[in-house]
């Protein structure tokens, strides 16, 4: 825990979206069981990962500044991370969401195995010896019968308070081959994050394959409400009515407008959906958070709080660091406005207590 | 021209996006020069085309009272058209932007002489009988080359206003080989209207294909966004400085959100398009405008003022029906708020005659 006083914030925070990294590509061969471990070392894992990472390199996605004094890699090292983050901002608690191989694995039983071992690393590593960090449940969400397993394994443990899911998937995250993951989820009690990345069966754009990595950056928001719309329309929160969304890193000041757009479609169209009970918007609302890295940022402070009222309530959105990643937020100057209380308060605490349950 | 005042508007109005429609599949064969017609005859147009259209037929996407009283299928009876739209809502100009085979046929050589052929229609059966109407060339857009080409053989005629797009294209329409186009319509002083609709090589959506059409409707928010956000970031406003595009149909709630996140991204990697001397929203503010059908619909009047407000500027939005189909929007009841002048005046009439030099 921390020895010094926090030196840059006052009040405490609940950070929804740190990063840490696997300190070398051989950290999970120890976590995996034999036959696993052997493949492990034989082949490694194959991705179809096109898109979503900054492209200079695994950790070049950091702050310069982040590399920790040890030689281990951004988001590896727990005592940097506790000076660097949490103790210097004051964070109470921090939620982990791990980039491992596991999830994006082609082989769907390997990539099981890898995430087992990522979550047991979680635990080792980083739960056991950092009462502040909570986990998310590293799951193999192409496949929904093996992802509610391993939300089966890790439910007993009340550290892990979320499962991961990347944003660009292979098919859209409202299907049914989804559904078994909702469902132990659901069951649970535990938030599913929808995290930006991943990657698609298709081009990481509705246009296309794109030239630079700041198109597939500004396209998180693209993708994100692409996944919004299908779980909306696919009725999954009609089946699933305890389950809960976080989307993290896919942008907000979209949101209001997406709702907008989509309640209108439905005024016309609900005769195509008619599993909906009620309009997109109010299931958006209900079942729904967003955190806050990276934010669009208007040019003016009043426009800023113009969109947060657009959500038409204030429990929705979390303040989140992207810790250490390149376009990391601090909290003091993360926001555009003087955030009026008690939404101040909400987006920086309030909010994440009540979704996690702290 | 209109022999009854019209029953529905005392000032005037430029509505941007009327669909006029072939009376029959066989109407192109007798503008097609020999070849082609045997051709058109023998085996008809192979497009790659899947998702956009309101599945139930090819006019199953009208309005049900659009059916003329002469059998011929909505939006394909000028006369019928005069006195449902253009005499009623008094439509001072209506821009017609037709869906004929051509511009997505696979074979472009093919697609070339069928936008030929719809353009000579286009004169011969709506321009030439009625000076209300302005024209969209219809072009090959996905071979620049063959699109300039006819961009050339049409600019002489000043009814025709701008050059039309479909929004689901193979490739971000920023790359270069759509680039032929974008200099010959330049050259003109031609708006480019990119079009919700066409077909693109992989899923509709950035999550894959989606089950229902009402998120393919939504998802025409998404694929606009990802088209805007190729043309900002690769510099096709700094190659072509004259360039004017505009989005139709597509929303537009969604636009300020998007000018914020690409500045915010352009802010931090602007390394990577050293090619832009101006932030994103500058070229979307100068190169850009929007129609307004479908329009996102926040719950109260004031949002969607301060939507508006959000733009920046009150150049960019211009009316639109959308006649004759599904989700027409009427001019005197499509708006959840009274716009306020000059700013209501300039998005029925002003700011479309502005663009398109009426």
Not at 106 to 128: F, I, M, P, S, T
Request: proline residues 9%; contains cysteine; hydrophobic residues 40%.
């Amino acid at each position: 825990m921390a020895a010094t006083a926090p030196t840059r914030a006052k009040t405490a925070i609940v950070d929804t979206d740190i990063h840490n990294e696997l300190p070398s590509a051989q950290t999970l061969a120890k976590y995996l069981t034999a036959p696993w471990r052997q493949r492990h070392e034989l082949l490694g894992a194959r991705s179809g990962k096109r898109g979503a990472g900054y492209p200079r390199s695994v950790t070049g996605n950091a702050r310069t500044d982040s590399w920790p004094p040890s030689g281990l890699p951004p988001g590896a090292d727990l005592p940097f991370m506790r000076e660097q983050l949490l103790d210097r901002f004051n964070i109470e608690h921090g939620i982990l969401n791990p980039f491992v191989p596991g999830p994006g694995v082609l082989d769907v039983e390997y990539g099981a195995a890898l995430c087992r071992a990522a979550n047991d690393w979680l635990v080792a590593e980083w739960l056991d010896p950092e009462p502040r960090l909570r986990g998310s449940v590293v799951v193999p969400f192409e496949d929904g019968e093996l992802a509610a397993e391993e939300i089966e394994r890790r439910a007993r443990d009340g550290r892990f308070v979320q499962v991961l899911v990347m944003t660009r998937t292979n098919e859209p995250l409202g299907r049914r081959k989804y559904w078994p993951m909702y469902q132990a989820a659901e069951r649970h009690g535990l938030p599913i994050a929808m995290h930006f990345g991943g990657s698609t069966y298709g081009p990481i754009t509705a246009a296309g394959w794109v030239s630079h990595y700041i198109e597939d950056h500004v396209g998180a928001a693209q993708v994100t409400q692409s996944q919004v719309t299908s779980l909306v329309f696919e009725g999954v929160f009609e089946r699933f009515p305890g389950l809960k969304i976080v989307l993290t890193e896919g942008g907000f000041a979209w949101l209001p407008p997406l709702m907008w757009r989509m309640d209108r479609a439905w005024g016309k169209l609900r005769a195509e959906v008619p599993h909906l009970g009620q309009p997109p918007s109010a299931y958006v609302r209900k079942h729904m958070w967003v955190t806050t890295q990276p934010m669009e940022e208007p040019p003016s402070g009043p426009q800023f709080l113009q969109t947060l009222a657009h959500f038409g309530c204030e429990h929705m959105v979390m303040f989140a660091t992207d810790y250490p990643h390149w376009d990391f937020d601090a909290p003091d100057t993360a926001f555009p406005a003087r955030l009026p209380e008690p939404l101040g308060r909400k987006i920086m605490r309030e909010n994440a207590r009540a979704l996690y349950r702290f």
